[in-house]
């Protein structure tokens, strides 16, 4: 048996009822089999793999907190700080139901790799809870942030660990979370990013996921003779990474024409009113139903099934595991060229390999949604200088680590003899950067 494959064995095992993190491993694993095969009896005396896949620390906490009706509930809290061996740990805090250990470990081992890409000096980390967001006053979310970051601060710092937002956690949460650090510890610092900008916030940051999806999207096109004018356009999800993208996309030249949420999609077949969509969404916190009321032309169906829709490029923007076998028969079928992934893993790996074996150029999120971290990390180094850019100096640098990072995973593919698969090309690319460090710096 390849060592690779020994690994993945041995972290089902030792992960039972661990389902997403073990596709997650087993996706990167795969892809570095060529890369481990070469040096196969180094790798295997140091134990890297060994070390890649085991996170360094897990913290998992009680986070008790007063809902409206003077009854109190109890959530789970995680940090999983994977991996620390480029820079402190940095990656998202996700609020949701689905939330659990497993889904944390997949994302925080994606982060890595994701960190690595950009070119910045941070390792990476994921965490959350399993509280829903969605309901809840403002006072009960405000109840449960200054819980559950009464936990954390004890384990996070500007130099240390350094959480933003993701599914649940935007703005307001991040806020409150943020007042909440600075009073228990006493400590005014960058020790989260996605901040307001009247508090160490960047400019572009709310922008940046959505918009390095498109900007890497826009280089992919280029490197094949193609450019987003006039393509149409298929983004799922209406939160934040979705929202952005929309917007970037509509500025290029390509025309959106559906979007969705958990309960069901809208086709617009006359091109998204972005405006219409950030109201319900970013200042009603409504259903994207909504818009099929507010537009002439529109339509809203129940459920899933958004890949039915004609279009040239689909970008999951939603969730982990969104976007099936059959759902890419659908858009190939229909004449789909581009899958661009805005989530973390949305697409499963079924659905991946026909995508690419079918001719769709694909680019996995550890590249493509990077921009948001990549940004992030352009916050902290603000906040370390206490200085604040202009969006135009940031949106430059987020544009210039999107085109960079196309080009090394371009690159691995091609010195691996796999053009054009940039799942092979993001995992090795990110692998190398993290596995010199950690070797650089001994057993640990
Ligand atoms: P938001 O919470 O802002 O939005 C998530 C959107 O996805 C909502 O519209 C939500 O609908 C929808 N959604 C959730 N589950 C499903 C489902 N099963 N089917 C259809 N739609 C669904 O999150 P973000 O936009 O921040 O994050 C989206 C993805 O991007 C996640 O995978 C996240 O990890 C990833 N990501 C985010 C980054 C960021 O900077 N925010 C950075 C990098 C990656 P509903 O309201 O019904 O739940």
């Not at 139901?97 to 890595?112: A, D, M, R, W, Y």
């Not at 991040?174 to 307001?196: A, C, N, S, W």
């Not at 949305?346 to 995508?355: F, I, K, V």
């Not at 074996?357 to 550890?366: D, I, Q, S, Y």
């Amino acid at each position: 048996m390849s060592y690779t494959e020994e690994v993945y064995e041995r972290v089902v095992a030792q992960n039972p009822g661990e389902p997403e993190f073990h596709q997650a491993v087993k996706e990167v694993l795969d892809s570095l089999k060529v890369v481990i095969d070469k040096n196969e009896e180094k790798y295997r005396s140091l134990s890297v793999l060994e070390r890649l896949v085991e996170p360094e620390r897990i913290i998992s906490f009680r986070v008790p907190w007063v809902d409206d009706n003077g009854k109190v509930q109890v959530n789970k809290g995680y940090r999983v700080q994977f991996n620390s061996a480029i820079g402190p740990y940095k990656g998202g805090l996700r609020f949701h139901p689905t939330v659990n250990q497993s889904i944390l470990k997949f994302l925080g081992f994606e982060q890595v790799f994701k960190n690595s890409l950009t070119g910045l000096p941070i390792g990476g980390g994921k965490g959350g809870s399993n509280f829903d967001p969605k309901g809840k006053s403002d006072r009960e979310v405000m109840a449960f942030c200054q819980s559950f970051m009464t936990e954390l601060c004890k384990y996070i710092g500007a130099d240390t660990d350094v959480p933003a937002g993701d599914i649940g956690v935007g703005g307001r949460e991040i806020g409150y979370l943020f007042g909440q650090y600075k009073r228990v510890r006493d400590l005014y610092e960058g020790v989260l990013t996605g901040k307001g900008l009247t508090y160490g916030g960047s400019l572009i940051r709310t922008e940046a996921t959505g918009y390095g999806v498109v900007y890497i999207l826009n280089e992919l096109m280029k490197d094949h003779n193609d450019s987003l004018d006039g393509k149409t356009v298929v983004v799922t999800g209406s939160g934040n990474v979705a929202i952005y993208a929309v917007q970037k996309a509509t500025q290029l030249g390509a025309k959106v024409v559906a979007m969705c949420d958990s309960n069901g999609y809208i086709h617009d077949p006359n091109g998204i009113n972005l405006d219409i969509v950030k109201d319900i969404k970013e200042v009603k916190r409504g259903r994207i139903k909504e818009y099929a009321d507010r537009v002439e032309g529109a339509t809203y169906t129940e459920g899933v099934g958004i890949w039915n829709i004609k279009c040239d490029v689909y970008l999951p923007c939603a969730t982990q595991n969104e976007l099936d076998l059959d759902g890419v028969k659908t858009l190939i079928a229909n004449g789909c060229k581009y899958i661009v992934e805005g989530a973390n893993m949305p697409t499963t790996r079924e659905a991946t390999d026909y995508a690419m074996a079918n001719g769709v150029l694909f680019l996995p999120g550890k590249a493509s949604n990077a921009g948001g971290v990549a940004t992030s990390a352009l916050e902290m180094s603000q906040n370390s200088q206490r200085l604040s850019w202009t969006s135009e100096e940031v949106d430059a640098k987020l544009h210039q680590i999107m085109v960079d990072i196309y080009a090394k995973i371009s690159d691995a593919a091609k010195r691996y003899d796999m053009p054009d698969n940039f799942v092979v090309g993001a995992n090795i690319a990110g692998f190398e950067k993290v596995v010199d460090a950690m070797m650089a710096q001994g057993i640990v």
